[in-house]
């Protein structure tokens, strides 16, 4: 027991080593840091709990296993130390209720930083500052959170090229965006997809480099009043309803 045995003692520089591969609660890892001056290793340590405070000090203190899973206990994590935490390990962040359930402004970057890989929360989340978004920022901020993503200006007015399934991903929930959205693959696209995508924005919704649009009758038509694509492009009916006269028409004119 290594805080027992080396309680009092303050003059040891050789480091310690936790050997527990269980959980570990990051107060008794800060603690037994303070008995040497040497490193403190936590490599076996599988689980750390604390509050964030705690965990993104011991982050800069001890050594721990790469893949380690963090588990935040106490009240609401705040964007540095989520940002910290979640820089420090491969492994999850497992938020407390408090941090699933506070709201959050920062930048773009900052946010897609803090809760890259958790998808737990159920607050709002808004984008600020002045600068524009990502489209791998926004997916790992969609992804984030149940609640609203609050895009702010620039993003909202900002023009978008992706591919269809990232800019579902990015923007799925969104419904400020008026900067319009370019899918850039080249390939099939379904034209539910596309006419999804075109109900994320208020903007143009441009599919000119796709070759192939997939889907029901229905799909089709409605991918073509709302979605700009190639003349040139092969629509490809799918599905075992019939077609009718009035939507062969529309796609065969289109």
Known sequence: DVCSSD???????????????????????????????????????????????????????ITHNGNVNFTITGVAATIAELMTINA???????????????????????????????????????ITGAGTATIAELKAINAATSGAVVLNSQTNASAYTDTAAN????FTGITSHTGGLTVSDTGAVSAADLTNISSLTSGATTATATSHITGSSAEIVSAIGAVNFSPNVTLTITGTSPATIAELMTINTA
Do not use: C, Q, R
Request: hydrophobic fraction near 40%.
């Open 167 to 170: 800019l579902i991903s990015a």
């Open 7 to 61: 309680l009092g003692i303050t003059s040891h520089t050789g480091g310690l080593t936790v050997t527990d591969t269980g959980p570990v609660s990051v107060a008794d890892l800060n603690e037994i840091n303070t008995f040497t001056s040497g490193t403190t290793t936590a490599t076996a340590t599988s689980e750390i709990t604390g509050s964030a405070t705690d965990i993104a000090t011991e982050i800069g203190l």
């Open 88 to 126: 420090a390990t491969i492994g999850n962040v497992v938020l407390n209720a408090e941090t699933i359930a506070e709201n959050y402004d920062d930048t773009a970057a900052n946010l897609a930083m803090a809760f890259d890989g958790i998808t737990t929360s159920t607050s709002m989340l808004t």
